[in-house]
């Protein structure tokens, strides 16, 4: 069976060739990875990336691993750090939100597609879809479907927690008959 794991990432911006700021996973059973990037393009970022992505940036220091594992470092750096935290799994398969950017930027941080570890699934899931096939408005605010009172979205571990939260609750609702 294959260890569910939950990704978020930020990033520069919703375009082509933005750069990734930050990543979190959680795995369903609460093991965690986060880290923040120090070579993402500063250039990219807007007044919005400035105030709801990079006031959440919260590493000072290169490791911590207090908490699960949580690094600060560049792009080369996380491909070797994530690389060897997924180790731990015999299987993997990826769930996140809107997973349009985060899958693109995931296979990036391993250079590509083909270059993702062998436990890891080539093939993604998201909980938008799992929502609409509950018969849930995909558009619904996570954290209030979730239940949780704390606010600190747009930290790529706080929103794959959350993830985390909205698939176990999906999970135990039937589903229902699509129209």
Known sequence: MRTKIFLDTEFTGLHQNTTLISI???????????????????AQCDEWIMENVLSNL????????SNGVKVLCNTKNLKRELSNW????DEVEIWSDC???????????LGHA?????????????????????GIDPDISR???????????????????????CYEKLKKQEVLELT
């Open 24 to 42: 979190g996973l959680i795995s369903e059973c609460g093991k965690t990875f986060y880290a923040e990037l120090t070579d993402f393009n500063l």
């Open 58 to 65: 919260c590493l000072k220091q290169p490791h911590d691993y």
């Open 86 to 89: 997924l180790k731990q799994f």
């Open 99 to 109: 997973l349009a950017y985060d899958w693109v930027l995931f296979n990036e941080i």
């Open 114 to 134: 083909l270059n993702i570890p062998e436990n890891v699934y080539y093939i993604p899931f998201d909980i938008c879809t799992l929502f609409k096939i509950k």
């Open 143 to 165: 954290e209030e479907f979730a239940e949780i009172k704390e606010k600190q979205k747009h930290n790529a571990l706080f929103d794959a927690k959350v993830i985390k939260k």
